[in-house]
């Protein structure tokens, strides 16, 4: 196989990020796209992609198709991703993998089961600036890594900057914790737990402490605490608070201190970017984890990050969800 | 000419809140009649921003008005606090997430989404245009109407949006983009299908370029006067906002008004004013959304 043939399956946030970048891709030809909301596929056919569908079945159906990148809510992944593996395709899936580790398993045993690759997309595992920390952890710059601080804290769905930004309507699924799975730490602390596990390996306890500035029976905000199996003891902060933007890594080893950021993207020149060239500095890492995912099956070596650390991600999110602290407001 | 009040809140707490309303009550020489029954709060609910950007007006001040409605007229006084569905925004959960809910649950108000309330259509024209309009049966049984408003920033060529904006909002039609194209007369329409008692500005936070927080009470009978006067506060000249003279040419009210309490440049110095940047995106934002380029880049 010198090229991979895809089908991308829901046009929303990151799927219209997915779109622009198969477009892009040396090494694979996006044939089709499927959504339900016929304004985005028009998008789609306007970009080039010649076959659209309204109904993902119809999408899977296609033998000209050898993996599907599925972009779909979380509440969606599990059924769509059997089906996609039932119908023999490989599957890209964004994060978090699933709502909970029952449908994890379900959708790496149906993987397994038909032999097709899984990947799940966690972006900054292919960012320049955390990998280049990662490999200063590799080699012992930094000494051992007493402790780590990751901190993603943005709009989250609900919160987008007030400021030259008409407010978009918000879909109701991120309104119903039983579709999502919770709240801001499964959508954004996913992307850091992974990120801490990648570098310092499994999480052996976690505890957390879970904000509800908004009122809502899911968390907006998030603290854990967890130590890994280096021993490192890693400060988790995950947020949907802020019209702000934070994602960065603070790494305190004993011989040397290190930060990784991604800087905050700049509205109007990232659409402007991924408008006129398909891509954005902002969205690089996006592209990167297309780029391998693809090369992957094309070597057919087995794609990562894999379904089982997803699952662990999992794993460790259920665990700080059941292993609650509670700050008071005064002095007990 | 109108009476316009200008407080400072001393603390940011309910009490402070309430001595600053009451004061500037006082200064406009408003007094709460003991034979409303039925009151109608309509504060500023912007999507799901909270009151710490300045967009939606803060669950606190309208818990210092509540308390004293209840001081003032009587502790049986029917409550209703209103907002509409909007574009962007879904009542059910902006009450949530705004702290709404929470509020009238300890408060013992009813919280009103007016686009599932029942209503009567009336016909209004404003700026030689003519609308047909839904009145939410809440404001039309209502005896005191309050209208709470933010001072805001906007993108949109109105400029500004305060008192006479917040009542838009009493539209229970949900596709309020509708109106866009004819948005200074629609706000003109709607504010003469449905007059306000009393507005009381929470300028707890202002937002401008930036939120900050200014800690401002004004208070007004008149819609039009505590426009021109927030319009100043926020150093936008007021004659170049249109709605506000077309809302004055329809009746609604005077942009003349009496200043009342402490000088207005206090709080013009230090409300968050537009820079250079600020303008240029202001001016790069509208060209972009009427080349309909907005639509293109996702800025819409």
């Given at each position: 196989m010198d090229e991979i043939r895809l089908g991308l399956i829901g046009l929303g946030y990151i799927g219209r990020i997915h779109l622009r970048h198969c477009m892009k891709l040396d090494s694979a030809d996006l044939v089709a796209v499927s959504d339900l909301s016929k304004k985005a596929l028009k998008t789609a056919r306007d970009a080039g992609v010649k076959k659209t569908f309204t109904n993902y079945e119809h999408l899977l159906k296609s033998p000209e198709i050898d993996a599907v990148i599925i972009a779909l809510p979380t509440h969606l992944h599990l059924q769509c991703a059997e089906q996609a593996a039932e119908a023999k395709k490989h599957i890209f899936l964004e994060k978090p993998i699933a709502r909970n580790t029952a449908e994890a398993k379900q959708i790496i045993s149906a993987t397994q089961r038909n032999s097709v690759k899984l990947m799940i997309g966690y972006p900054l595992r292919f960012n320049t600036t955390f990998r280049n920390a990662n490999e200063k952890i590799k080699t012992g710059t930094l000494g051992d890594i007493e402790l780590a601080c990751a901190t993603y804290i943005s709009t989250g769905p609900f919160f987008h900057r007030a400021e030259s930004h008409t407010p978009k309507p918000v879909p109701e699924w991120w309104f119903k914790k039983e579709l999502t799975g919770g709240g801001a730490l499964i959508d954004t602390g996913v992307h850091m737990i992974n990120l801490l596990r990648w570098y310092f390996g499994e999480i052996t306890d976690i505890k957390s402490r879970l904000g509800y500035r908004f009122n809502m029976n899911f968390e907006d905000s998030a603290t854990c605490l967890a130590r890994f199996k280096s021993g490192t003891v890693g400060i988790i902060n995950a947020g949907w608070f802020s019209q702000d933007f934070a994602l960065k890594v603070e790494l305190f080893g004993t011989l040397q201190h290190t930060n990784a950021q991604l800087l905050s993207p700049n509205r109007l020149l990232t659409a402007v970017q991924m408008l006129t060239t398909g891509s954005s500095k902002f969205y690089q890492s996006h592209f990167a984890e297309l780029q391998h995912f693809t090369n992957c099956l094309i070597k057919d070596i087995p794609p990562s990050p894999t379904g089982q650390g997803a699952l662990k991600d999992l794993e460790a999110i259920s665990r700080a969800y059941k292993n609650q602290i509670q700050l008071n407001q005064t002095w007990a | 000419m109108s009476l316009v009040s200008f407080v400072k809140i001393r603390k940011n707490s309910r009490d402070s809140i309430k001595q600053a309303i009451l004061e500037s009550l006082k200064l406009i020489d408003y007094r709460f009649q003991k034979q409303s029954k039925n009151v109608v709060i309509k504060p500023n609910m912007c999507y799901y921003w909270d009151y710490s950007t300045g967009q939606t007006t803060d669950p606190k001040f309208v818990a210092a008005l509540i308390d004293l409605i209840r001081e003032r007229i009587s502790t049986d006084?029917?409550?209703?606090?209103?907002?509409?569905?909007?574009?962007?925004?879904?009542?059910?959960?902006?009450?949530?997430?705004?702290?709404?809910?929470?509020?009238?649950?300890?408060?013992?108000?009813?919280?009103?989404?007016?686009?599932?309330?029942?209503?009567?259509?009336?016909?209004?024209?404003?700026?030689?245009?003519?609308?047909?309009?839904?009145?939410?049966?809440?404001?039309?049984?209502?005896?005191?109407?309050?209208?709470?408003?933010k001072i805001k920033y906007t993108m949109e060529n109105i400029k500004i949006t305060c008192a006479l904006k917040n009542i838009f909002g009493c539209n229970p039609y949900p596709k309020k983009f509708r109106y866009h194209p004819k948005l200074e007369q629609a706000i003109v329409a709607i504010n003469k299908a449905m007059k306000f008692d009393l507005c009381l500005i929470d300028g707890i936070i202002v937002s401008g370029i930036q939120p900050r927080k200014l800690g401002l009470v004004m208070a007004s009978k008149d819609p039009v006067a505590i426009d021109v006067a927030a319009a100043e506060v926020a150093g936008v000249n007021p004659r170049t906002i249109r709605y506000i003279q077309l809302a004055s040419r329809e009746g609604l009210g005077n942009t003349e008004f009496i200043p009342k309490g402490e000088p207005l440049d206090y709080f013009k110095d230090r409300y968050p004013k537009k820079n250079l940047k600020g303008k240029m995106m202001s001016k790069v934002y509208s060209l972009a959304v009427n080349t309909g380029l907005g639509k293109r880049l996702g800025l819409e």
């Open positions: - | 006084t029917n409550i209703s606090i209103v907002e509409s569905d909007a574009s962007a925004m879904t009542c059910k959960y902006a009450f949530k997430m705004l702290g709404y809910e929470k509020l009238a649950q300890d408060y013992n108000v009813k919280l009103i989404n007016l686009s599932e309330d029942k209503n009567g259509i009336i016909e209004v024209m404003a700026g030689g245009e003519a609308f047909r309009l839904k009145v939410p049966q809440t404001i039309q049984n209502a005896d005191l109407k309050i209208n709470i408003p």
